[in-house]
């Protein structure tokens, strides 16, 4: 009995936490990128993104500047569309 209990709690577990993980994005790559490009005013354009990419629950945009030298990365959370944090550089 106990081990037929273990296995459903287990099971349960598992359901919570796969289904946790699995919430669709409510904004897109391009609302994303959006907000990037409004975030760092008018230094970054279109053409200044280099790669958007979605992981765990985040979209990661990484952005250059080639005329000023500066490059970076917001990481901006696919439900409220903040950003969590960003990295930039100058050389």
Known sequence: M???????LLFFILYFVTGCESASPKITEEEAESIAIEHHSAEISEDSIISVSHKGGEYIVKWEINADCNFGTYYIDDQSGKIVKGEETSC
């Open 2 to 8: 106990k081990k037929i209990s273990f296995i459903i």
